[in-house]
């Protein structure tokens, strides 16, 4: 079972405006169409993961065991994606697959082996410009065994590396210290 990577409330929502009444300490879990959801269509490609909007320097955190397998840039000019900032990615190998903690800044080194509740980085703005939505937020992917990359899923089609974390986030348990 995994834990809630950040030190909120997860609600589950379809309201991508949700943010806006949140209570404090509260934050979105995207389900149906919001745009932070698994799978939902975005102007060029499907959304490879959830975002979890949190407030900038949020501390990420572990959901389950398992060795740090990959950091790697993730988004703006780094990861040859100009029109964000830059943020990396780490990956870590357990027994669900891999988790992809995205859009961070890591604190963590590959090799390292880590618990559920390890912190590993924490979050940083992604978004160049305000769009009137979170500049911040934890991008959470999971992947089959053995992924070393987040792949683009560009055409209907959803790559075969990528498993909705939705359920997994759905029953996460809350860590009560950090």
Known sequence: MWINPVPYTLVPTDDSMSFLNM???????????????????????????????????????????????????????????????????????????????????PHIAVGTQVVAGTLIGVAIPVLKHDKGRPMCMLHLELHTPGSRSAPEWLTEEKPEVLIDPTSFLLNAQCLTKL
């Open 23 to 105: 209570p404090a300490m509260h934050t979105g879990l995207p389900t149906g169409n919001h745009v932070g959801a698994f799978g939902v269509k975005r102007k060029h490609h499907w959304h490879e993961g959830v975002d979890l909007y949190v407030p900038k320097a949020t501390p990420i955190l572990t959901v389950e065991e398992g060795e740090v397998v990959a950091v790697v840039p993730f988004t703006g000019p780094a990861a040859g994606l100009p029109w964000w900032l830059d943020t990396q990615a780490v990956f870590v190998e357990g027994p669900s697959g891999v988790v992809v903690y995205g859009e961070i800044a």
